[in-house]
């Protein structure tokens, strides 16, 4: 099965540092993904790791060990328009399907 | 970039009703397509991944003869709803891989449907 752990809800202030982690146990592993959702529209891509370490785009930011089955998503200098859901996503091994399995997703609310 | 839309974006049918949803890659062909269901307040789950001239691929506990779905081209994808009831009421997403890119591991998002049943 797949297990993928992230924590419901976050908040954070204007021009700070969040970091959202992400657990993950799951069968297979080919890649994980961070999407960002506002609510009522869908998920927008922001980074995918395949190889341990810190893939840095920006104000965004993501981070993986395989060993610790473990991610997390940087953002810095936060802004409003930052509030949404974000999404981990691993991509397993199904067969026959490259799909992604994703975590319950983080809302983070930016205050002023 | 890739391009992914559905239609309709939303839509509001009666309890016993049947409703069609369509998925398509607009500027690539896409062998695979993926169905995703989410709650309000919850994450997207796979309901099925649908392939290019054969039968979808459906995931465990979502029945195939009530959620049918048909990949007729490489750019068009549907999931109809059959005999929808108030409990199927959620936001449908659909989504592609490019499988020609460099970035073939980048699944694409259509813009989601709302269905309400009533």
């Known amino acids: 099965g797949q297990n993928i752990d992230q924590p419901t809800e976050m908040t954070a202030t204007e021009g700070a540092i969040v970091q959202i982690n992400c657990t993950y146990q799951?069968?297979?592993?080919?890649?994980l993904f961070w999407y960002q959702q506002h609510a009522g529209e869908a998920p927008t891509f922001l980074s995918y790791?395949?190889?341990?370490g810190l893939e840095e785009k920006g104000r965004f930011s993501s981070f993986l060990s395989r060993s610790k089955g473990y991610s997390y998503l940087l953002l810095k200098e936060l802004q409003m328009k930052d509030s949404a859901s974000y999404l981990c996503a691993v991509k397993g091994d199904q067969t026959g399907a490259n799909n992604l399995f994703f975590g319950t997703g983080t809302r983070l609310t930016v205050i002023p | 970039g890739a391009v992914v839309s559905q239609h309709p974006s939303w839509v509001i049918c009666k309890s016993g009703t049947s409703v069609k949803i369509e998925c398509r890659s607009l500027?690539?062909?896409?062998?695979?397509m993926f169905w995703y269901r989410q709650f309000p307040k919850q994450s997207l789950m796979l309901m099925a991944t649908s392939n290019e001239g054969s039968k979808a691929t459906y995931e465990q506990g979502v029945e195939k003869d009530k959620f049918l779905i048909n990949h007729a081209s490489l750019t068009l994808s549907t999931l109809t709803v059959t005999s929808a009831h108030p409990e199927d009421s959620s936001f449908y997403i659909c989504?592609?891989?490019?499988?020609?890119?460099?970035?073939?591991?980048?699944?694409?998002f259509g813009p989601g449907t709302r269905l309400t049943v009533t």
């Open positions: 790791n395949v190889l341990d």
């Open positions: 500027d690539f062909q896409a062998t695979t």
């Open positions: 989504s592609a891989r490019e499988e020609t890119s460099p970035r073939v591991y980048e699944q694409y």
């Open positions: 799951t069968s297979g592993f080919n890649g």
